[in-house]
C-alpha cells in the first residue's frame, strides 16, 4: 500500500501557507488501492482504519526522489527522520520533518509517502524538487551605468535560489526605490522562464522590466487655516518639496514622499520659530491633476502666539545662572521659538556651535545632559526650566588611530590634539578631525571619531580616531598645445614621503613613504621653453614643533618669437635660475589658526641678446633678486581641502629686497635725466639706455604687498558659496630708479603660467584670454603687455558637490569675477573692473591631482578694444584649491 502524506505545494511562500500546510496534514489513499480495500480481507480493512486514527510505527528504509542535486542522505538527516526511529501516521513527526525541509528554502514541492507497511514497520518516501537557480539576467528599463548597483541591491546573483518571495521583494523594493527619486508611477513586472537543457539541475532566467515613467512634478502648493504666515513662506520653509518654477535651477519640483514628509514637520517649524507653538497639520492630501502633475493641499492649525517667560537653570554648579543666560541669548518676553531654543541648548548642525552643550563639552562634561522642560503655559507665557545633569568631568583613557595602513604613527598623532589623561573637550575632538582632514592623507569624508567605553561613574572615555588612507602621491604626464607649439610635462608630486627611507630597499612599495614630506620633481618643455624644478618640505622641523621647513630649486629657459618663420629664436633667450629657503611656524596667538611664514629666495635672470620687452633695454645682461618674505595667514577651513565647506582662508605677504640705493654710491636721479634724454630710436642712444638699464636693474629693488582672502559658507546642505577678494602691489624704495620690469601682475585667464616665466605672478581671471588684461600703453593706446604694478580682483564662486568619495572628488562650479590692473595709483580705480561669469566643473583624483574646465563669458572690452570678449574656454591643470 502506498499512501500520500503529504499535499503537493506547487509554490514556495516560505511564510504561513507553509505552516498551515504541515497542521493540517491529512492520510489520504491512492483512489485504486482504496478500491481494493473493497475486496480485501477484514484485517487489512482493520489496519487502514488504523492508519486513521494514527497508529505507531517504527521507520523502516527512507528512500529519496525527485528531481534534486542534493544527495539522499543529506535530505533524510535535515528531515529528522531516520531508520528505527517510533513515529506516529500521522503524527507530529512528519509534520516537523516537512516543516524543517520548507524552511530550508531550497525546495519548490514536498512530498511524502508510506510506500509499504510491514508489520509495525512502515516505509516512507521522501519526494522534493529543488528551487530553480537564476541562470541569467536581463533588465529593461535601466541605464547599463545603474544595473550592477541594482543587481547588488536586490542581490539577484547568477546561482540565487529564485523563490516567490524573492521575486515579490525584488518588485517592491525597485518601486519603492524609484518611487523616493519622484516616479511615483514605478511599475515593475519580473518574468521567469525556465532552462531546458541536459543540465539536471533546475534553472530558470529572468526578464526585470522596469517601467519607470514620468517624474511627478508639483504644479501648485495650496495651503488654508493660515493667516499668520503666507502660502509664499510656507513653502519657502518647504526645503525639499517645491512647485514648479522653470526659472528655478537648484531645486527641480518632484515629489518625493521622504522629502514631503520631511517638509510638513518642517511648516510646524516655521510656526514654532514664529512663536506659534501650537500649530499643527489638520491634514494633507494629494490630487492628481489631468496633466499628470499633482497639487498639494495642506490645511494647518496655527494656534495662537506665546511669549517666553521666566527661564531658570537647575543643577548647574560649574556655570552660573548668569553666564548659562548669556549662552542661551533668550530674554523674558521674546517671541516663542521652540527651534531657536532647541539650538541654544544642542546645535546638532553646528558641532563647534556656541551652545550650553558644548560649553559643558569643552570643558570635560561629556557625561552632562541638558533638558529643557516647560513648566507653565499660563496666559501663552511659556515659563522654562533647564534641567542640568552635569554629571563627572571626564578625561580620556586611551586614544588611538585605526586605518593608517601607509602613514607612519607619529605623523598622525603629532596632529591629535586628545591625549591620554587629558579632560575631555569636544572642541579638540573636532579640531582633530580637522587636521587629519587636512594632511591629505586620508579621505576627509571617511574621518570618524569613535567614542569607545564610555564609563561615567569612573568619568573616562576612549577614543578611537577611524581614517581612510587615499593616494596622496601625483603623478602629471601629459601633452598639449599651447603657446604656438606642443608642450610635454612630467611631474612627480610624493605628499607623504619619506626622506629617511630613500636607502632602504624594503621601503620602495612603490616609493618610500609615511613621513609626511612632500617632495616634487616637474619638467616641461616645448620649442620655446624649458623648465626644471625640485622642491621638499618637511611639516614638522625637529619632529618635536609644527615648523614647517621647505626648499626649492629652479632652472628655466625660454626663447624669444621669430615672427617670420613662426619658430623659436635660439639665439634670443632668457634664462632664470632660483633657490628658495622657507620656514613657516604655527602660532598660538591670537589663535593656532595663524602661520608666520618666512623666505630668503635668490633669482639670476640671464638674457641672452633678449631685446623683447619695452620695459629694460638691455637684451645682453643679467639681474639678480635676492629678497626675503614674510608671511601671515590664517587657514580654519572645514575638514576636507578640495572641498571646503565652512571656514576661511587669508594671507598677506610682504617680498621686500634691501634698498641698495641708499648704500651702493650710484647717483640714480642723474641716471635717469640722463635716460629721458635719450633718443631710443638712435642705435648709440640706444646702447647707452641699455647700460644705464644694466646698472638699473643689476641688483633688483622693490617691495611687493599681496594680500588674498576666501571664504566658505554653506547656503543649503553641501551647496557652498565661496567669495574672494585679491589684492597686489609692487613698489620701488627709489622713484629714479623705477619699479622693477619683473615680478609684475598678468591678469586674465586659467591662471597657469605655461612657458611665460620671467618672474611674472600670474592672475586668473575667467571669460578673458590668458594674460589679456594689461594695463593700456599711453602711447599705442594698446594693451602693454608688460603688466601691471596694482592689481585687485573679486571672485563669487557657487560651488556644488556631484561626489566627494576618495577615488575622485567632482563637484560643479558658478562663477561671477572680475578684476583690474593698472601701472600707477594715480590712475587706480578698484571698481573699474572687468566683468565675467560662466560655469565649470572640477575633478579630483589623488593620482592626478586637480583637473576642470570653465567656459566664462567676459562682459568687457580687452583693453585697447571696443567690443566685449565673449566666451573663453579654460582648461584647469594642477591649479590650487
Known sequence: MKLLLNIKKENDDLGKQVNNLANTLTLKPRLKYTLALLFLITSISIKAQTYNQGSKYTLG?????????????????????????????????IANAIKKLWNSKLFSDIEVYVTRTEGDVAY?????????????????????????????????????????????????????????????????????????????????????????GEKVKIKDIEFSGNNILSDKKLRQAMKGTKKINRLRIYKRSKFIDSAYQADLGNIVNKYKENGYRDARIISDSVIVNDDKTITLKIAVNEGEL?????????????????????????????????????????????????????????????FSTINPVEVSADNNVIDIEVRISEGKPA??????????????????????????????????????????????????????????????????????????????????????????????????????????????????????MGDGQKLA????????????SFSFSEPWLGGKRPVQFSTSISHTKQFAYNYQTGNADKNQSFNITGITLGLAKRLTVPDDYFTLSQAISFQRYDLNNYNISRLFTFGDGYSNNLSYTIGLSRNNTSVDPIYPTGGSKFGVTAKLTLPYSLFNTVDYKALKEEYDELDLTDSNDYARAGEIDQERFKWLEFYKVNFKGEWYTQVAKDLVLRPLVEFGFLGAYNQDRGVIPFERYFLGGDGL???????????????????????????????????????????????????????????????LEGGVSYNDFRDYNPFNIKRSAGLGVRIFMPAFGLLGIDFGHGFDPLPGQTVKNGWETHFIIGQQF
Not at 518601486?175 to 515593475?188: A, C, H, P, R, S
Not at 554648579?317 to 533668550?330: A, D, G, H, K
Not at 593608517?404 to 575632538?429: C, F, M, W
Open 306 to 366: 506665546y511669549t517666553f517667560g521666566d527661564i531658570t537653570f537647575i543643577g548647574n554648579t560649574v556655570y552660573s545662572n548668569e553666564y548659562l543666560s548669556r549662552v542661551l541669548r533668550i530674554n523674558k518676553g521674546d517671541t516663542y521659538n521652540g527651534v531657536e531654543l532647541q539650538k541654544r541648548i544642542a546645535d546638532d548642525t553646528k558641532p563647534d556651535g556656541f551652545d550650553i552643550t558644548n560649553q559643558y563639552q569643552n570643558n570635560g562634561y561629556l
Open 124 to 212: 516512507l518516501e521522501i519526494k522534493l524538487s529543488d528551487l530553480p537557480q537564476l541562470n541569467l539576467l536581463k533588465i529593461n528599463g535601466i541605464k547599463k551605468g545603474k544595473q550592477e548597483s541594482i543587481i547588488k541591491d536586490t542581490k539577484l546573483n547568477k546561482g540565487v535560489k529564485v523563490t516567490e518571495n524573492l521575486i515579490t521583494t525584488t518588485k517592491n523594493f525597485l518601486e519603492k526605490k524609484y518611487k523616493k527619486d519622484g516616479f511615483l508611477n514605478t511599475k515593475v513586472h519580473i518574468n521567469t522562464i525556465e532552462v531546458k537543457d541536459s543540465i539536471p539541475t533546475a534553472r530558470v532566467n529572468m526578464v526585470l522590466n522596469v517601467d519607470k
Open 753 to 815: 603660467a605655461n612657458y611665460s616665466l620671467d618672474g611674472r605672478e600670474v592672475i586668473q581671471l575667467r571669460g578673458y584670454p590668458n594674460q589679456s588684461l594689461t594695463p593700456l600703453d599711453e602711447s599705442t593706446g594698446q594693451a602693454s603687455n608688460d603688466g601691471g604694478t596694482i592689481y585687485n580682483k573679486f571672485s563669487l564662486e557657487l560651488r556644488y558637490p556631484v561626489t566627494l568619495k576618495a577615488s575622485a572628488k567632482i563637484y560643479a562650479l558658478g562663477f
Open 521 to 532: 620633481l616637474r619638467l616641461q618643455a616645448s620649442r620655446f621653453f624649458q623648465t626644471y
Open 61 to 93: 528504509e527512507i528512500s529519496v526522489s525527485g528531481n534534486t542535486s542534493f544527495n539522499d542522505q543529506t535530505i533524510i538527516s535535515y528531515s529528522g527522520l531516520r531508520k528505527g526511529k517510533e513515529i506516529t501516521i500521522p503524527g507530529e513527526e
Open 395 to 512: 578625561y580620556f583613557n586611551k586614544v588611538s588611530v585605526v586605518g593608517n595602513d601607509k602613514t607612519n604613527d607619529h605623523v598622525v598623532y603629532r596632529e591629535i590634539r586628545t591625549r591620554p589623561g587629558q579632560l575631555y573637550s569636544k572642541a579638540n575632538v573636532v579640531r582633530t578631525v580637522r587636521e587629519l582632514g587636512q594632511l591629505g592623507f586620508f579621505d576627509a569624508q571617511e574621518i570618524t571619531p569613535n567614542f569607545n567605553n564610555p564609563n561615567p561613574n569612573e568619568g573616562t572615555i576612549d577614543m578611537e580616531y577611524s581614517v581612510k588612507e587615499t593616494g596622496s602621491s601625483q603623478i602629471e604626464l601629459q601633452g598639449g598645445y599651447g603657446g604656438g607649439g606642443f608642450i610635454g610635462t612630467l611631474g612627480l608630486s610624493f605628499n607623504n614621503f619619506s626622506i629617511k627611507d630613500i636607502f632602504k630597499k624594503d621601503a620602495y612599495k612603490p616609493i618610500p
